[in-house]
């Protein structure tokens, strides 16, 4: 079947094409005999004794009862054995939306990315869609724009990071070639908002062989249908020449035309329409209440229950066990010192399982970049949009820093360069560019609404993690929102939510700062989290 890219109305808009450069996949550890070992797994639940992948494939007669069998529970549903072997895939020349809209939009894998925040993104880094002329040349003089933007952003956002740095190490040259790069690493963390969607991103990305047909059977979805096919078709390729066996049962793709999304809105064109979008866009922002991220319900007798459950684990009467004590008892690291602990403990304890039973549910508007960090905590699931549905060609509409609100020369050149891109963008849409490569040239400041859900154990492990100061601003300070918010209706379980250092800090594990020389320079551990302040 030809590669298709298609818009929310199903109409073709390219043919055999790929991007260029194209995305690079390639199969780097795998697990031995993937498809025997799914189906010894299978067998060994009803045998007397372990069954071993090397004995399914000794002689014929053996063979046709392992593809039997492994027909039959992939029809039935039994999926679990094909969880057992996995892959570690190296991808290169990908979309940082590919990663955000189909690699990371669910829980079961593991990631480890290039960093924006880290190093620096090279000019030629973007994919370029399969677009005829004169499109093609315009998107590409577009995708460049916002590169050069980049790059002057980094200059001028020079000044205000020195100076809010110096403020804080006073005593640090920042000439000094370790601590410039340091400063470096400041400036690109802020510039890249004006980075496309489209820029480039190379990773290892693990996955199970269960997930792999998972990707498979839907990797025509929205919101980058060609290249998430291109990549997974590549990836079971990759996987057929160490085991032409293990996809002997795959189901065919789902067409995109036959997924509920596309059928939607198939059925309902009129609600494509733009105006639509900013009715919604406005209805959603104004219900924030000036909030990045807004409480909107939670488990009303969230302390009551917890504690509960905790009397339920020691096996107490309330009489001997009060419910502010049962709390204090898990959330207090002076008396659970696992929260002094660098690993993430909380669902192996028996204590700490407790925090399982309150919930919380955020509705979010952060930016596409800050988004991406936001889901890597992949328990805490969340309704992330068809993004197109939520753009307005006519009405620029991004994140912007604080650190450039702080500054007027450099918010003014941020501004007009959003502002330059809105007016491209509707250029493209006139020369009836799909949706689905428009969107490779949305910057990475672009709003991402959505709402988002969890329990206590693993809010609390994000909340941990992203109120450092070393976490990038825009999660920090959604996540110190979410904070004071559930402190207000849960005292006695947000008196202990606090950045790393202040429980290493109260669990008495030293250092309290556990990033070294990544120390943030202050005193985090005497704050409370309505005192926290930053720029930088």
Known sequence: ???????????????????????????????????????????????SRVIYAEELDKDEKTKGRRDAIAKSIYEAGHHTT?????????LDNVSRQ?????????????????????????????????????????????????????????????????????????????EEKKWKNVLKKKTQEVARYVLPLGTHAHLYHTISGLTLHRYHRLCQSYDTPLETQFVVNKMVETVNGVDPEFFKNIEDEIPLEETPEFLFFQNRPQLCAEEIAEEFIDEFDSSLDGLSSKLISQSSDAQKIMAQSVRTILGLPKSKLSGEEAIDLVLDPAQNPLFGEALNLTAQSKLTRSMVHPHF??????????????????????????????????????????????????????????TTLWERLGKMKEMNVSEEFLAYLLPN????????????????????????????EEIWQSSKEEVLQVKEIFPQIGKFLTAPCGLRSRSKTSPYCPEGDRFCGIPVWKKEVHEYERLI
């Open 361 to 418: 549910t955020f509705k979010k508007k952060i930016s596409h970049t800050a988004d991406s960090q936001e889901q890597r905590h992949r328990t805490l699931p969340a309704s992330r949009p068809i993004l197109m549905r939520q753009f307005v060609s006519s009405k620029p509409d991004y994140i912007t820093p604080v650190i450039v609100e702080a500054d007027p020369k450099v918010k003014e050149y941020y501004d007009d360069v959003m």
């Open 98 to 174: 590919f990663i955000w809209s189909f690699l990371h939009s669910h829980p079961y894998y593991n990631s480890e990315q290039v960093s924006q925040r880290y190093v620096e993104v090279k000019p030629e880094r973007f994919s370029i869609p399969p677009l005829e002329e004169p499109a093609l040349s315009y998107y590409k003089e577009t995708a460049q724009y916002l590169m050069d933007a980049y790059h002057t952003l980094n200059e001028l956002l020079r000044d205000i990071t020195l100076k809010q740095y110096t403020s804080i190490f006073k005593n640090r040259d920042p």
């Open 82 to 90: 094909l969880q057992h072997a996995t892959f570690q895939f190296v």
């Open 1 to 47: 079947m030809p590669n298709v890219a298609l818009n929310f109305k199903g109409k073709a808009v390219s043919s055999q094409k790929i991007f260029s450069p194209e995305p690079k996949v390639e199969l780097v550890n795998w697990f031995t005999s993937p498809y025997n070992n799914a189906v010894a797994t299978a067998r060994t639940c009803y045998s």
């Open 445 to 472: 400041a672009f709003p991402i609404r959505f709402e988002e859900s969890g329990n206590l154990q693993n809010f609390h492990h994000k909340w941990t993690k992203r109120l450092c100061y070393t976490a990038q």
